[in-house]
């Protein structure tokens, strides 16, 4: 699934959608995958109607374990060695770590679809700016965080999470 995008984000991935195949034009194929592009990448990705990638997949297990093999055949390797010697832990200890979107989607567009999401409001909250900024344009007020009404909607540019309490710093 690829969200509509509203900004040019450097830290998601990028979906280049190609032709519709449905009516509505929902359904698309897949032109290429742009893993974290800078900044001037983005903005021109944005201004083609790129999407933002969710990293949301619909697929059959054999179809994904497929294209992991053409991609990344040695981390399925060491996976299975350790599935059939019955060691887990060692081939989780052995094995690379993998950007799935970078290493497999990227390389295989033309085996990927793309749905555009343009009415979920999908956001990826994986910092504390980007829970704020969400907070702040949907209006929604959160006891930890104080009164939202008035704030500028921008994100602030750094957000810290004391730990021992329930203080977010901005600035």
């Known amino acids: 699934m690829g969200a509509e995008a ?3 984000e450097i830290e998601y991935g990028w979906i ?3 032709i519709p195949l449905s009516g509505e034009g929902t359904l698309l194929s897949v032109l290429r995958f742009w ?4 900044l001037s990448t983005a903005r021109e990705l944005l201004s ?3 999407l933002w990638n969710t990293l949301v997949v619909i697929g059959y297990a054999d179809t994904f374990l497929e ?7 040695d981390v399925l390797a060491t996976k299975s060695a350790g599935v059939a010697g019955n060691d887990l832990n060692r081939a989780y200890a052995e094995v690379r770590s993998v950007e799935f979107s970078r290493e497999v989607l990227a390389a295989l567009p033309h085996r990927l679809l793309v749905v555009k999401d343009g009415a979920s409001g999908w956001t990826d909250l994986g910092t504390p700016a980007r829970v704020i900024d969400t907070l702040v344009r949907n209006g929604i007020q959160a006891t ?3 009164s939202t009404t008035g704030r500028k909607a921008a994100a602030p540019q750094r957000a810290s999470v004391d730990r021992s309490g329930d203080a977010i710093e901005c600035s």
């Open 6 to 8: 509203h900004y040019p």
């Open 16 to 18: 280049e959608p190609g």
């Open 35 to 38: 893993e974290k592009p800078d």
């Open 48 to 50: 083609r109607s790129c």
């Open 67 to 73: 294209m992991m093999r053409s991609c990344i055949p």
């Open 144 to 146: 930890w965080f104080g």
